[in-house]
């Protein structure tokens, strides 16, 4: 049997909170923690498209970065292609580097405003000694034309301020694929951008995907799009995933009442759609102090006395699903229609 491309095994990252001079000084007070991820699971197949939703600060980006390392995380592991590159070495021999890259939200942040677009997207090549100055140069132009930026003499000599936001993303991309990984993390690859060119960046990622045959793990707050984007999704929720399983499926027919609100919540998703819309209610608890047992259950519409004992596990609710509830447990089913 082959291994997923991506294992992500019980991954926390834990940030300090609290530092303020006295406690770094002279080691006063308790110094608390946010838990942005705090015990993530999840596979990611060859050529898999995964989708991280969840509203904005549940953790997706804490998380996908911390999956590729730019954060060091807290404990747990990651796999790539069945090796642990938590170890450093490993990450070392298998070129990582060059295998996993990121495409981050803000384009107007993201490249360097001193380069021009052709040094931009030739860098990795530089920088990893690929190639031929010729053979850099022309491959730096086929990139920049697979992404869309026709004819790359048009575009290659400009620097970023003289772009559109979409036209920046583009080259975000081109630097991204020109290593040939076998990986892309897109953060909120679309979500700065106008919505009239929002689709074509979509697009474009989707038709990289199937050319390239990469796995795509997609993170954003917008269920439609990830519906559109992907196989598989994980919902997240205050750094935990509540619910995983095929995309279509988790959004038609949401399990956990989390992402039954969610989904509710989003009204573009499907017009025929006559599901009741289940409200959520309070606010975000603070990833600081988290509450005891199901850390939804201050907000769920379902939640019993025993919601609050323990946090539960991910149960199988059927075809590939599962979701992090305890209407899902046997026992507590029993329980119930008794
Ligand atoms: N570098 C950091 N230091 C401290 N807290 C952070 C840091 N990065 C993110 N956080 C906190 O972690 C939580 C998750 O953030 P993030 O991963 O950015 O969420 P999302 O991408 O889902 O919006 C938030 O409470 C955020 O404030
Ligand atoms: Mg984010």
Known sequence: MTSPKIEVDDLKKHFKSNEDLFTRLFGWGEIEYVKAVDGVSF?????????????????????????????????????????????PAVRDEMDFRTEAQIIQQNPYESINPRYRVFDWVKEPLDVHGIGSEEERENTVIETIESVGLNPAEAYMHEYPSELSGGERQRVSIARAIILEPSFILADEPASMLDVSVRASILDLLDRLQDELGISILYISHDLSLLKHMCDRIGIMYLGKLVEVGPATQVINDPQHPYTKALVGSTPTIDPDDEREA?????????????????????????????????????YDTGDDQQARCILYDEEQKQTISE
């Open 43 to 87: 596979e990611i197949e060859e050529g898999e498209s995964f989708g991280l939703a969840g509203e904005s600060g549940c953790g997706k980006t804490t998380c996908g970065k911390s999956l590729l390392h730019l954060h060091e995380p807290t404990s747990g592991t990651v796999s790539f292609d069945g090796q642990d590159i938590t170890d």
């Open 278 to 314: 289940a409200e959520l209610k309070g606010d975000i608890p603070d990833p600081v102090n988290l509450p005891s047992g199901c850390r939804f259950a201050p907000r769920c519409p379902e939640a019993t006395d025993e919601c609050t004992v323990e946090e539960p596990p991910m």
